[in-house]
C-alpha cells in the first residue's frame, strides 16, 4: 500500500452536519451548525468545499452538489461524553473522554476558588459569573481599569477565563494569574478543561476588543495520543493556531500561533510549500469563538467563504504524496438558544492529488479513525488505551 508523506488535519472548529442521536442529552435538539447556517445567510460561494463533496455530504437548499466530487467524504460521531474542544481534538488522536469536564455556567465558581485566586494573584475578582466575553467587557473592563480587579468569568464551556487590559493588566501579569488559575483548578472538584487569558484594548465602553494574544492553559491530555507516537518515531507534528494550547503542547514538535481563522491557513500554506515528513494539525476557531457563540449567523458563513477562498490556494500546492482532511470538533448551531456548543456529527472529507478513490464512505461513530488513519500511514503503533481504526486503505 502506498503511504501520503504528509498529512494536513484542518480543524474548522464547531462547524457541524447536524443532530447526533443522543444530542437531546446535551440540550441540543434539531440542531445543525451548517445546514442552518445556509438557511440564515443564504447560499453560500464555496466552490473548492463543493468540489470535494461538501455539498453531497450535507445537501442544502439553494446550493448545488458537485456531480463528480474530488474527494471522500463520510460523517463521523462523537463517541466521547462531550461536546467541546478538548474532547473533540483528543478524541481525533485516540482519546476517548468518558468523564466530562467540571462547568460552572450557572452557579459561577465557588467562593473558596477565588479567595485562593484572589490572594495567590494580589488582585480582587469581579464578575464570576457566565457572559459572553464582550458583553462582560462592556459591563465590568471600565471598572477593572480603574480599580486594578482582575475579570473573571465562564460560558457554557468547562472554561475559566480572566480578562487583562494589555495597557493596564501587562500580559506577563494576566498570563501569570492565569496559570495560577490553572494550578488551583486541578482540584478534582473544581477542574476545568482550559484556562484561557483573554486580553483585550481600549479605555472605554465601546472601545474595547480582544486581542490576538489570547492562550489557553488546558489540562494535558488523559493519555498518550497518536501525536506523542508520531513524535516518538522522528517524524514532524506541526501545530498552528490552539492545537499546542489543546494538548498542552504534549507530541507537538513545532507550534504557530495563529492571529486569526484567515491568518491559520495562510501558516498553513507556508507550511505546505516547506520540506517535512509527518503530520500539520491546524485549528480554525473564529468560527467558533467569533460567530457560533456570538449566534452570528451571517457572519459565520462569510467566515466560510473566506476560508474557502484559502482553501483553494492550498489545494494548487498539494504534492501528489500529501493527504488533506477537513473535519470539526464539534457543533455551535448559531441559530440555536443559548451560547453553548451543540452535539453533531461532523465532516470528514479527505483529498490528494494522487486519490483514485471518490465519494461517499459509510460513516464511522469517532473522530478516532483520523489518528488511527494518520497512524496507519504512517506505519507508527497507537498508544495503549487510544481508540480508532483507520481507513487508509479508502483514501488511496
Not at 475559566?160 to 501587562?170: A, H, K, P
Request: aromatic share 8%.
Amino acid at each position: 500500500m502506498k503511504r501520503y508523506q504528509r498529512v494536513f488535519v484542518v480543524v474548522l472548529d464547531s462547524l457541524g452536519i447536524g443532530a447526533m442521536p443522543d444530542s437531546e442529552k446535551f440540550g441540543d435538539v434539531g440542531v445543525d451548525t451548517f445546514g442552518h447556517i445556509i438557511e440564515a445567510a443564504g447560499p453560500l460561494q464555496i466552490p473548492n468545499l463543493t468540489k470535494l463533496g461538501m455539498m453531497n455530504l450535507h445537501p442544502a437548499a439553494g446550493m448545488e452538489s458537485a456531480e463528480a466530487p474530488m474527494g471522500r467524504y463520510m460523517r463521523l460521531g462523537e463517541a466521547s461524553n462531550g461536546k467541546d474542544t478538548m474532547t473533540g481534538h483528543w478524541e481525533m488522536m485516540g482519546l476517548k473522554t468518558e468523564k466530562p469536564f467540571k462547568t460552572f455556567t450557572d452557579t459561577g465558581f465557588p467562593k473558596e476558588l477565588i479567595e485562593e485566586l484572589e490572594k495567590r494573584c494580589g488582585k480582587r475578582v469581579i464578575g464570576n459569573k457566565s457572559a459572553s466575553g464582550t458583553e462582560i467587557l462592556e459591563e465590568l473592563a471600565e471598572e477593572e481599569i480603574a480599580t486594578g480587579a482582575m475579570i473573571v468569568y465562564t460560558s457554557a464551556d468547562s472554561v475559566l477565563q480572566i480578562c487583562g487590559n494589555e495597557e493596564t493588566f501587562d500580559l506577563e501579569n494576566l498570563y501569570r494569574c492565569c496559570k495560577i488559575a490553572r494550578e488551583i483548578t486541578m482540584k478534582e472538584e473544581w477542574k476545568v478543561g482550559r484556562i484561557i487569558a483573554r486580553p483585550y484594548v481600549g479605555k472605554k465602553k465601546g472601545e474595547f476588543v480582544r486581542t490576538s494574544n489570547r492562550h489557553d492553559y488546558a489540562v494535558k491530555p488523559s493519555g498518550r495520543t497518536v501525536m506523542n507516537a508520531l513524535k516518538d518515531a522522528g517524524l514532524d507534528v506541526i501545530s498552528v493556531g490552539k492545537i499546542n494550547d489543546i494538548f498542552s503542547g504534549e507530541g507537538v514538535t513545532e507550534s504557530n500561533h495563529s492571529n486569526s481563522s484567515v491568518h491559520g491557513m495562510e501558516q498553513t500554506i507556508d507550511i505546505c510549500k516547506k520540506d517535512f515528513k509527518g503530520l500539520c494539525f491546524t485549528n480554525l476557531v473564529d468560527f467558533d469563538a467569533k460567530w457560533g457563540h456570538r449566534r452570528d449567523p451571517k457572519g459565520y458563513g462569510h467566515e466560510i467563504e473566506l476560508f474557502d477562498e484559502k482553501l483553494g490556494i492550498l489545494l494548487t500546492e498539494l504534492r501528489d504524496d500529501d493527504l488533506l482532511i477537513l473535519t470539526a470538533d464539534h457543533g455551535n448551531d448559531p441559530t440555536y438558544t443559548g451560547t453553548d456548543h451543540t452535539r453533531e456529527y461532523v465532516p470528514f472529507i479527505a483529498y490528494s492529488p494522487s486519490m483514485e478513490q471518490k465519494g461517499k464512505m459509510e460513516g464511522r461513530d469517532t473522530f478516532a479513525v483520523i489518528g488511527a488513519t494518520i497512524a496507519d500511514n504512517f506505519g507508527v503503533e497507537m498508544p495503549d488505551g487510544t481508540i480508532g481504526e483507520s481507513v487508509l486503505s479508502e483514501l488511496l
